[in-house]
């Protein structure tokens, strides 16, 4: 493997470890604040409009 394909390699692995260290933390700040939804699902009233 060439020296560029690593560190792409090992670039794109540190952005997903950040991704998961950023939800593990906002979900709990979020869920205390009230700001999450319970499901990302549309309502039938929200369909029609």
């Known amino acids: 493997m060439r020296a560029t394909a690593w ?3 090992v ?5 997903l470890v950040n991704a998961h260290l950023v ?3 906002a979900y709990p700040v979020l869920t205390s604040q009230g700001e999450l ?3 990302r699902l ?8």
């Open 7 to 9: 560190w792409l390699d």
């Open 37 to 39: 939804l319970p499901t």
């Open 23 to 25: 939800e593990a933390a």
């Open 11 to 15: 670039l794109r692995d540190l952005k």
């Open 42 to 49: 549309r309502t039938r009233e929200s369909d029609d409009a």
